[in-house]
C-alpha cells in the first residue's frame, strides 16, 4: 500500500499517469491462503476502493469503481469462517460504495449482491493455489495472510499428514507455517507477484531457519522486507500475545531491502532468513561435536507434568515440608531462565535409592502422581 501510495503522489498532477495507476490496481489481485474471516482481505479492499477514490479525485473524473470483490481470493478451512468472510466482504462492499457516494455523489448499487470475493473452502496445504486464484498475463498479485503456526509436538495427525504430502522428507522439525512459505514461493516463482506472512519468530531462528529457508529462497527468491520479533496480541478474550514476525518475499531485482524493527526502518542489500542484513550463510544442525566432548542426544525439555519442577518459593516451602528433600534440589536452566534471569530447580532423583525415597513421603508422592500421568 506505501508503495502504491508513493506511485499516486508521483502521479497526481499527470491525468496520463493517473489513469495508468488506475488500470493498474485494478488487475492487482490480493489472495490469504489462511484468510479465517477475511481480515486481511477486508482492510486491503478498503485501502485499494479509497485509493481509486483519491485518483477519481486527482483527475477530476466521475467513474463508477472499478475494483471489484472478484480481484479477492482466499482459502480458509473452517466451514463457518469461510462463509463469514463471504459475507463480509459484501458488508464492506457496502460500506465503501456509501463511502464513494458520500463522495462522489452517485455509485453503483450493492444490490442485488454480486460475486463475493473468490473465498474457498479446503485445506490449503492440499489445494493447487494456482486453481485458487489464477495467474494471468498482466496481474499483479499479492499473497499475504496469518497462517496458524503449530510446532512440531503441537501438530495433530491431520496436521501431520499435511506437512508430509507438502514436504514428502525432512519435514518433523518444521513449523506448520512452513508449508504457507514453501507454497507460498512456488506459486510467485517467475511471476509479477510477493509475498508476505505474519508468522511466528521460530521460522528465523535455530534448527528452522536452514529447514526451511534453504527450500523456499532457492537461488530465485529473496526476503524484500521482514519485521523482526514483536509482540502481537488481539481483542479476543483471554488471548495471550504472542512473538511474532513479519518476513516478505519476492523474486530476485536489484532494489534495497527494509528491515523493520519498532519504528526504525533500515534499508540493506540483502536480507538472511536471520532477519538481519548480511550475506545469507545457514548454520546447520550437527549431531557430532567439533571437541572431544560427548555428543547431545536431546535438548532440555522437562516431561514431568510440573510434579518435579519448582520457583524457589514453591522449592523453599516444600524443603520446610520435607527437610530431607534439601539434598536433591539442583538449579534448573533453561533459555527462558537463562534471558530472563529467573530462577528454577528441579527435583533431581537420579539414582535415589528406594528405602531413601520411602523416607521422604511428600517426594514419594510427587512421583507417584508422575507416574499415574505417565500412564494415561
Not at 241 to 268: R, T
Request: glycine share 4%; charged share 30%.
Amino acid at each position: 500500500l506505501e508503495e502504491l501510495q508513493e506511485a499516486y503522489e508521483k502521479a497526481k498532477t499527470s491525468p496520463k499517469k493517473l489513469n495508468e495507476l488506475h488500470k493498474r490496481i485494478t488487475k492487482i489481485k490480493i489472495f490469504d491462503p489462511a484468510c479465517g474471516s477475511g481480515n486481511f482481505l477486508i482492510i486491503a479492499y478498503k485501502e485499494l476502493r479509497r485509493l481509486e477514490m483519491q485518483i477519481f479525485k486527482a483527475a477530476r473524473m466521475l467513474n463508477m469503481p472499478s475494483i471489484k470483490l472478484s480481484q479477492f481470493y482466499g482459502i480458509e478451512l473452517d466451514d463457518f469462517a469461510h462463509e463469514v468472510a463471504i459475507l463480509s466482504l459484501w458488508l464492506t462492499e457496502h460500506q465503501m460504495n456509501m463511502e464513494f457516494k458520500k463522495e462522489f455523489g452517485d455509485c453503483t448499487p450493492t444490490l442485488p449482491l454480486q460475486d463475493g470475493g473468490n473465498i474457498v473452502q479446503g485445506n490449503a496445504t492440499r489445494l493447487e493455489w494456482s486453481e485458487v486464484c489464477p495467474k494471468e498475463d498482466g496481474d499483479e498479485i499479492y499473497v499475504l495472510g496469518n497462517p496458524p503456526y503449530l510446532g512440531s509436538r503441537n501438530q495433530n495427525k491431520e496436521q501431520k499428514e499435511d506437512m508430509k504430502e507438502v514436504f514428502s522428507k525432512d519435514y518433523k522439525s518444521l513449523d506448520y507455517i512452513a508449508c504457507w512459505f514453501y507454497k507460498g514461493a512456488n506459486y510467485i516463482r517467475d511471476f509479477n507477484s510477493k509475498m508476505a506472512f505474519v508468522s511466528t519468530n521460530s521460522v528465523s531462528q535455530g534448527e528452522q531457519v536452514a529447514l526451511t529457508w534453504k527450500r523456499v529462497l532457492k537461488d530465485d527468491l529473496e526476503i524484500n522486507f521482514a519485521h523482526q520479533s514483536f509482540k502481537w496480541e488481539n481483542n479476543a478474550k483471554a488471548n495471550a500475545a504472542v512473538i511474532v514476525v513479519i518476513i516478505g518475499v519476492s523474486n530476485k531485482d536489484n532494489s534495497s531491502k527494509l528491515i523493520f524493527k519498532e519504528d526504525l526502518k533500515l534499508e540493506v542489500s540483502n536480507i538472511t532468513p536471520y532477519l538481519i542484513k548480511g550475506k545469507t550463510i545457514y548454520v546447520d544442525s550437527k549431531t557430532k561435536p567439533l571437541s572431544s566432548l560427548p555428543p547431545i542426544n536431546f535438548g532440555n525439555m522437562p516431561a514431568d507434568g510440573g510434579k518435579l519442577l519448582f520457583t524457589t518459593e514453591e522449592k523453599n516451602d516444600f524443603i520446610e515440608k520435607e527437610p530431607k528433600s534439601e539434598i536433591w534440589f539442583k538449579q534448573l536452566l533453561s533459555a527462558h531462565e537463562f534471558l530472563n534471569g529467573k530462577d528454577r530447580w528441579c527435583l533431581w532423583l537420579e539414582d535415589i535409592e528406594e528405602d531413601v525415597l520411602n523416607n521422604m513421603p511428600y517426594v514419594k508422592q510427587r512421583v507417584e502422581e508422575l507416574k499415574i500421568i505417565r500412564e494415561n
